[in-house]
């Protein structure tokens, strides 16, 4: 055996293979020397990046059409202190391009692929269109799988074609298309990507059903530690400038204290930080009580000095408790 030899290092990532964390995985990977791992949720991609089993782990943190990973964000809330260590090193953006996915049946069996119209209600009174159709017959299918956020981007498509077909959420797009794999009714369909029909043997029952054709998911990178974090950025990571950085922080407040949530954010005008998103999920404290997590332009220095050092040296005499989640280059310049 090769003395040289070293195990490659692995990067955790919501599974199984051919989700669409797995391809932005793939993406930012793909000149790297590493061993791609699939986990079966997103705590055990935390876990992993905790417990050093990985080096780096890969998250879906915000899609464009639905918003924020909730998920994610519980994970990073950490009620329970278990992912203290786990830092944000980089992000990476993929278009997301939803198909139905199933098995086909002959037209005598289904209904024509043309119809559907999405039923106007009180609170929708002209609902949207969607901006595909399928491809062969529907009519046969009973109950759709997919994650959650799935579901979300392709509305339109689903009160169109399949109004009142039962919906079950599963962990993954791909998890969904492993599902309908292994029906023998013909009567399911996963909402998934096209590599997962190939992956899976499935018919492609519609293509590009998501709601927006711009309709694209952020994933964030995991690490263990500052430390490993600034390693992340490179040697040439040089240079603070608001507009090329990102960084993410979490915090409370004291909630019977009038004005305290404006008092913390005042503290990011102050300093000239531009926040780009603002989320809250349950602290874990007490009923009621939130954390606050936020996301702004700019880049904390290990030195100790720059807007965003002097800002969180401020914000630590206006809140109950901060953390730092991490920096990293912003790819997409939002």
Known sequence: MNKDWRPKPGIAFLG???TYTHQAALEEFRDKDFALESR??????????QNSSVKYGVVPFENSTNGAVIYTLDLFADQEKQY??????????LDVHHCLLGHSVSPSQGHDPDAGDSTPTTHIPTPKRPTAQPLTNLGHIKRIYSH?????????FLSTYLKGVDRQEVSSTS?????????????????????????HSLDILARGIEDRND?????????????????YHGPNASGFEMERWKTFIAFTIDHESPGALADALLVFKNH???????DSRPSGVA??????????GGRKDGNGSGSVNEALGELAGVVRYYRYYGSWRNTRGR
């Not at 203290?84 to 953006?93: H, I, K, L, P, T």
């Not at 998890?175 to 992956?199: N, R």
């Not at 009923?287 to 702004?296: A, D, L, P, R």
């Open 16 to 18: 199984p293979p051919s």
């Open 272 to 278: 000239g930080l531009n926040l780009t998103s603002i």
């Open 84 to 93: 203290q260590d786990v830092y944000v090193c980089g992000e990476r953006y």
């Open 175 to 199: 998890k969904a298309a492993q599902i309908v794999s292994q029906d023998l009714t013909g009567t399911m369909a996963a909402i998934s990507s096209k590599i997962a029909a190939d992956v």
């Open 215 to 231: 309709n694209t998911t952020r994933f964030l990178i995991l690490c263990k530690g500052e430390k490993s974090m600034n390693h």
């Open 148 to 156: 959650i956020q799935a579901f979300g981007q392709c509305e339109a």
């Open 40 to 49: 079966a949720c997103l705590e055990d991609v935390f876990s992993a990046v």
């Open 287 to 296: 009923s009621w009580h939130y954390i606050f997590m936020v996301e702004f």
